[in-house]
């Protein structure tokens, strides 16, 4: 069968703000599940979609495939969950920066260091925007938010640098404003054997930020960018740390193979 992408869109009415780069994650994530399905990859009803709380999470009502929508924070072991109970699904998980670096953190690094075959999206707007513009782990320092009036007195982290760290096989970042690297990413993402995270930056129109201030610091990693050196991909990961007006990279920063927690267990 040939989907559409009305194919694989629910009855749901879309509760998103009008112009909310989620719609273009959304549509990008058809995009690709379209392709892959096109493919031979997997068959639709073998695709699993797992999101947390916040924003992001709408995404499983608007979408014509298996959902499970988890707690705040606890996507990405409910997604490890259904992959470790029947290896034969493709699970894509979908986080927001405030669920899954947040209450979810502790998951995140363990399905790294684990090498869970699962996808990890985060849609990454660096606000906690469901409950109207509180900071979270990637906003910057002095961040003037609903509960920080004053500005926040914590300084970001780095996911990038953080996955990394935990050894995940598999680590990008997308931009919404660059809808076919993304998709790109996306299908990269669910093709690798094992972890996978795509950071996914969006502007939050509500609450935080907006299209130009992206568009002036994005820039995509050189074809020459070698995917497989750590190193390198370390040292392109610390170009920015979430705080000031450095450069953004885009693209594949590594991606290594070894044996996923599901063949550790099964054999």
């Not at 989907?3 to 690709?32: H, M, R």
Request: hydrophobic share 35%.
């Amino acid at each position: 069968m040939k989907y559409t992408q009305q194919d694989l869109t629910t009855y749901a009415p879309k509760t998103w703000c009008p112009g909310c780069p989620n719609f273009v994650i959304e549509s990008t994530l058809k995009n690709t599940m379209i392709e892959l399905i096109d493919e031979g990859y997997q068959q639709k009803e073998n695709f699993v979609l797992v999101s947390g709380i916040g924003c992001h999470a709408k995404i499983s009502d608007y979408a014509n495939f298996n959902t499970f929508y988890s707690l705040h924070g606890r996507a990405v072991p409910a997604a490890a969950g259904i992959k470790l109970g029947n290896p034969n699904l493709t699970v894509i998980t979908h986080v927001g920066d405030g669920d899954v670096y947040s209450e979810g953190l502790e998951h995140l690094i363990f399905a790294a260091k684990r090498n869970s075959n699962i996808k990890v999206f985060v849609h990454d707007n660096r606000v906690f925007a469901l409950t109207t513009g509180q900071f979270t782990p990637t906003s910057p320092s002095k961040f003037p938010g609903r509960s920080t009036p004053d500005g926040s007195a914590e300084d970001p982290f780095n996911p990038m640098e953080l996955m990394l760290a935990s050894n995940a096989t598999f680590v990008a970042r997308g931009y919404v404003g660059k809808q076919e690297q993304l998709k790109n990413l996306m299908k990269a993402a669910i093709k690798h054997k094992g972890f996978a995270i795509v950071e996914i930056m969006e502007p939050c129109l509500a609450y935080f930020k907006d299209y130009n201030w992206y568009n002036e610091r994005v820039y995509d990693l050189a074809s020459t960018h070698d995917v497989s050196n750590y190193d390198e991909a370390l040292k392109k990961s610390r170009e920015w740390n979430y705080q000031g007006d450095g450069k953004i990279a885009l693209g594949l920063f590594y991606k290594t193979g070894k044996p996923t927690y599901e063949e550790m267990i099964y054999g």
